[in-house]
Nanobody, 111 residues
Framework: EVQLVESGGGLVQAGGSLRLSCAGS????????MTWVRQTPGKGLEWVSA???????YYAESVKGRFTISRDNAQNKMYLQMNNLKPEDTAVYYC?????WGQGTQVTVSS
């Protein structure tokens, strides 16, 4: 059974930082593209970033230069370092892999 568990969300002031984590199990983590998406009531679902098994990384324009995605295949974990956070980054952040989602972690950025 595929399981993805996000953690690390919270409340932070604009300009602050958070580091999200995603722990995967039940699949060959090292062989899959891992993805972060976020969802807000107003904007819907937005793709944020992805990282291939090769370590190649991809970012949405809205987060490029502020967010850094990484993975640790030995630990079956993926991370999203979020710096210089903005109120518009407020959302529930989900990790995705192999067609599955985690339960999400709330990120709230106050102005």
């Amino acid at each position: 059974e595929v399981q993805l568990v996000e953690s690390g969300g919270g409340l932070v002031q604009a300009g602050g930082s958070l580091r999200l984590s995603c722990a995967g199990s039940g699949f060959s983590f090292e062989n899959y593209v891992m993805t972060w998406v976020r969802q807000t009531p107003g904007k819907g679902l937005e793709w944020v970033s992805a990282i291939k098994w090769t370590g190649d990384t991809y970012y949405a324009e809205s987060v490029k230069g502020r967010f850094t995605i990484s993975r640790d295949n030995a630990q079956n974990k993926m991370y999203l370092q979020m710096n210089n956070l903005k109120p518009e980054d407020t959302a529930v952040y989900y990790c995705m892999a192999n067609g599955e989602w985690g339960q999400g972690t709330q990120v709230t950025v106050s102005s």
